[in-house]
């Protein structure tokens, strides 16, 4: 990390890191560790999570953006937490939490049956390379994950520049049970709630066109 990161984690951590319970592994979540929501955030809210958030721009800019909402970034890159810490404290943010952990982990140990909103998963890693393509975080076994973390009617929203990734999303998600489209033809629209980085830059300007996807959690 940079020196201003190293400064972020060490003087920001108590604030904006979640102390999750570890497993067995250093991001893992010990299993059964379930939280009680309102103490961490200091109240009830509805609550939007984030995987693989990065350095936080589009979370950090949801968060100002809707200070009645408990926001949730979780990643395993501690960089990119440490920028997320720093951008948020300049920000002013105090609705924001970040976890250093597995995203599945924290959907089925941690977060209590039911309590997410809307869960965003952005621009994950593509693992382009044929050999590579199973270690894709929307796959069959997401799913029951995911919707077990979301509130009926909750929502499961997706985007990415690697069109074989998007066509794989999709049809995961449109086979899933418990999910239902959200959006007509073959892709929803771009959701404005999302800022455009300078990583959706890059792939625009290489010639990746962005896909958006956007799927309900069916009621039980």
Same mark, same amino acid.
């Given at each position: 990390?940079?020196? !201003?990161?190293? *400064?972020?984690?060490?003087? =920001? $951590?108590?604030?904006? @890191?979640? &102390?999750?319970?570890?497993?067995?592994?250093?991001?893992?979540?010990?299993?059964? !560790?379930? !939280?009680? @929501?309102?103490?961490?955030?200091?109240?009830?809210?509805? @609550?939007?999570?984030?995987?693989?958030?990065?350095?936080?721009? &589009?979370?950090?800019?949801?968060?100002?953006?809707?200070?009645?909402?408990?926001? %949730?970034?979780?990643e395993v890159f501690r960089a990119g937490l440490a920028r997320t810490m720093l951008d948020a404290d300049r920000a002013g943010? $105090?609705? @924001?939490? =970040?976890?250093?952990?597995? &995203?599945?982990?924290? %959907?089925?140990h941690l977060l209590p049956a039911a309590s997410v909103d809307e869960l965003w998963v952005f621009f994950p890693d593509p693992?382009?390379?044929?050999?590579?393509?199973?270690?894709?975080?929307?796959?069959?076994?997401?799913?029951?994950? !995911?919707?077990?973390?979301?509130?009926?009617?909750?929502?499961? #929203?997706?985007?990415?520049?690697?069109?074989?990734?998007?066509?794989?999303?999709?049809?995961? =998600?449109?086979?899933?049970?418990?999910?239902? *489209?959200?959006?007509?033809?073959?892709?929803?629209?771009?959701?404005?709630?999302?800022? =455009?980085?300078?990583?959706? #830059?890059?792939? $625009?300007?290489?010639?990746?066109?962005? *896909?958006? %996807?956007?799927?309900?959690?069916d009621s039980a």
């Amino acid at each position: 990390m940079s020196d !201003a990161q190293d *400064r972020a984690w060490a003087e =920001l $951590s108590d604030r904006f @890191l979640w &102390a999750v319970p570890r497993g067995e592994a250093e991001t893992s979540i010990e299993p059964g !560790a379930v !939280a009680d @929501l309102a103490s961490v955030y200091g109240r009830a809210a509805p @609550l939007i999570v984030e995987i693989g958030s990065g350095q936080g721009h &589009a979370i950090i800019h949801a968060a100002s953006s809707r200070p009645e909402v408990n926001f %949730l970034a979780i990643e395993v890159f501690r960089a990119g937490l440490a920028r997320t810490m720093l951008d948020a404290d300049r920000a002013g943010v $105090s609705n @924001l939490r =970040l976890a250093e952990a597995n &995203a599945p982990e924290v %959907l089925q140990h941690l977060l209590p049956a039911a309590s997410v909103d809307e869960l965003w998963v952005f621009f994950p890693d593509p693992w382009h390379k044929k050999k590579h393509t199973k270690r894709r975080l929307i796959a069959p076994e997401f799913t029951s994950i !995911a919707r077990g973390a979301l509130r009926p009617g909750g929502k499961l #929203r997706l985007a990415t520049d690697w069109e074989d990734y998007a066509k794989q999303m999709r049809t995961v =998600l449109d086979q899933a049970d418990g999910f239902s *489209r959200d959006f007509d033809g073959e892709w929803a629209e771009r959701f404005d709630g999302r800022v =455009l980085t300078a990583f959706e #830059r890059k792939g $625009s300007r290489v010639g990746r066109d962005i *896909r958006d %996807l956007t799927y309900v959690a069916d009621s039980a």
